[in-house]
């Protein structure tokens, strides 16, 4: 077995693939400190800079001190403390729904909402850019899943209107879908998906983990900003990203979260997530609903639309992006590394992203744009990039 791994690894390193952790010893704002080297990362999530804030960690501190720094159970055992009960009240509130349920992260809240509602005959129908979470519950279901081509509404519509003839009169059918995909920062169009979803009553399931914090009047997402919350059946989010803690939720009709409570495998047998990170998701809640939170928003969209700016006079492909999330198209995998590589000795942390994260000769540089950017970090991008733009890899 080990020499087939060695061989595999070294099949990948041959290729370009090879990934290897880097270690973060400090951090400060929008800089890391990696190798004792300070380097401004543009590929942090954390899009308000919440994850840093005083009254956050504050929150998270006296929390532990009274609870202490793990919950030493499961949820339905002795897991679920006061701030756990308080932290899934204030998601609902903020997501105006009925409940909530927190989970340990956004993959396990995918995982456990569909694999404990789909069942065997019924059908999936999923975006091709879905993230990994979305892709692995659907498969772990064992029903029958039809992916339709990227944002592509008539591929989808056709599928439909096509009842697979494996499934049975009572199946239920799924549109499963990102609302901001995370390798191209494009958005779904959620207006005709829940209109197709009507005409032909499938359920509707949206992730809104890069949405959440960062689109809509009242930082709801995508379903807020374009005005079909009331027509989706199922919302999912994460708290680790404009959130800046860790955890993922769901939220929906009391219903919905009972049944998931009672059937859900990845929430039944895990131990919770410490109090503290429930109380550190209360804070930044509360700080995203105030003048605070606007303003923050105000400077990331502030710093994402000056880049995007600049780089399409360089005439860079941005792909169809509409968030902080920026994508540089180059299509090369070794050519992106190289950039990345160069981009990292100019004191700049923007990793390449290749396959098999994206498909053959769409590798990629990532960037991600935060309220703790300042437009001097902006500059120097763009001025690294320019500065590199017309030059080949060496050999």
Same mark, same amino acid.
């Given at each position: 077995?080990?020499?087939?791994? *060695?061989?595999?690894?070294?099949?990948?390193? %041959?290729?370009?693939?090879? %990934?290897?952790?880097?270690?973060?010893?400090?951090?400060?704002? !929008?800089?890391? *400190?990696?190798?004792?080297?300070?380097?401004?990362?543009?590929?942090?999530?954390?899009?308000?800079? /919440?994850?840093?804030?005083?009254?956050?960690?504050?929150?998270?501190?006296?929390?532990?001190?009274? #609870?202490?720094?793990?919950?030493?159970? !499961?949820?339905?055992?002795?897991?679920?403390?006061?701030?756990?009960?308080?932290?899934?009240?204030?998601?609902? &509130? #903020?997501?105006?729904?009925?409940?909530?349920?927190?989970?340990?992260?956004?993959?396990?809240?995918? /995982?456990?909402?569909?694999?404990?509602?789909?069942?065997?005959?019924? +059908?999936?129908? $999923?975006?091709?850019?879905?993230?990994?979470?979305?892709?692995?519950?659907?498969?772990?279901?064992?029903?029958?899943?039809?992916? =339709?081509?990227? $944002?592509?509404?008539?591929?989808?519509?056709?599928?439909?209107?096509?009842?697979?003839?494996?499934?049975?009169?009572?199946?239920?059918?799924?549109?499963?879908?990102?609302? +901001?995909?995370?390798?191209?920062?494009?958005?779904?169009?959620? &207006?005709?998906?829940?209109?197709?979803?009507?005409? =032909?009553?499938? $359920?509707?399931?949206?992730?809104?983990?890069?949405?959440?914090?960062?689109?809509?009047?009242?930082?709801?997402?995508? !379903?807020?900003?374009?005005?079909?919350?009331?027509?989706?059946?199922?919302?999912?989010?994460?708290?680790?990203?404009?959130?800046?803690?860790?955890?993922?939720?769901?939220?929906?009709?009391?219903?919905?979260?009972?049944?998931?409570?009672? &059937?859900?495998?990845?929430?039944? @047998?895990?131990?919770?997530?410490?109090?503290?990170?429930?109380?550190?998701?209360?804070?930044?809640?509360?700080?995203?609903?105030?003048?605070?939170?606007?303003?923050?928003?105000?400077?990331?969209?502030?710093?994402?639309?000056?880049?995007?700016?600049?780089?399409?006079?360089?005439? @860079?492909?941005?792909?169809?992006?509409?968030?902080?999330?920026?994508?540089?198209?180059?299509?090369?995998? %070794?050519?992106?590394?190289? #950039?990345?590589?160069?981009?990292?000795?100019?004191?700049? =942390?923007?990793?390449?992203?290749?396959?098999?994260?994206?498909?053959?000769?769409?590798? %990629?540089?990532?960037?991600?744009?935060?309220?703790?950017?300042?437009?001097?970090?902006?500059?120097? /991008?763009?001025?690294?990039?320019?500065?590199?733009?017309?030059?080949?890899?060496?050999?």
């Amino acid at each position: 077995m080990l020499d087939y791994l *060695k061989n595999e690894l070294q099949e990948l390193n %041959r290729e370009g693939l090879i %990934r290897k952790l880097r270690v973060i010893s400090a951090l400060k704002g !929008a800089y890391i *400190k990696i190798d004792n080297k300070w380097l401004i990362s543009f590929c942090s999530n954390d899009y308000l800079g /919440l994850a840093q804030h005083p009254k956050v960690k504050k929150a998270m501190l006296e929390t532990t001190r009274r #609870f202490g720094a793990g919950a030493g159970s !499961a949820r339905l055992l002795s897991g679920t403390t006061l701030l756990h009960h308080k932290v899934e009240q204030e998601l609902a &509130k #903020f997501k105006k729904t009925e409940d909530a349920i927190f989970f340990t992260s956004g993959y396990v809240a995918n /995982l456990s909402v569909i694999t404990s509602l789909v069942k065997k005959d019924d +059908i999936l129908l $999923c975006d091709e850019l879905n993230h990994a979470s979305l892709i692995d519950a659907t498969r772990l279901t064992g029903a029958n899943i039809r992916v =339709y081509r990227h $944002c592509d509404m008539d591929h989808l519509e056709r599928l439909l209107s096509n009842r697979d003839s494996r499934s049975t009169l009572n199946a239920l059918r799924y549109i499963i879908t990102d609302t +901001i995909f995370s390798m191209d920062g494009d958005s779904a169009p959620l &207006k005709e998906i829940t209109r197709l979803s009507r005409k =032909y009553g499938a $359920c509707t399931i949206v992730d809104e983990a890069h949405a959440t914090g960062v689109f809509g009047k009242n930082a709801r997402g995508i !379903a807020e900003e374009s005005n079909t919350e009331d027509r989706i059946d199922i919302i999912i989010g994460t708290a680790s990203k404009a959130l800046g803690i860790v955890g993922g939720f769901v939220t929906g009709k009391n219903v919905l979260t009972d049944y998931i409570r009672n &059937k859900a495998r990845q929430f039944i @047998f895990t131990t919770a997530l410490p109090a503290g990170v429930c109380a550190g998701v209360i804070a930044s809640l509360s700080i995203l609903q105030g003048k605070e939170g606007s303003d923050l928003r105000a400077k990331l969209w502030e710093n994402t639309d000056y880049l995007k700016s600049q780089l399409l006079k360089m005439e @860079f492909d941005l792909r169809k992006s509409v968030s902080p999330i920026v994508p540089i198209l180059l299509g090369d995998t %070794r050519k992106t590394i190289w #950039f990345s590589h160069e981009l990292y000795r100019k004191g700049l =942390y923007v990793p390449a992203i290749r396959p098999p994260t994206v498909p053959q000769d769409a590798s %990629r540089l990532r960037i991600t744009l935060t309220a703790m950017h300042s437009k001097k970090d902006i500059n120097l /991008l763009l001025q690294t990039l320019q500065r590199i733009v017309n030059r080949d890899p060496p050999r």
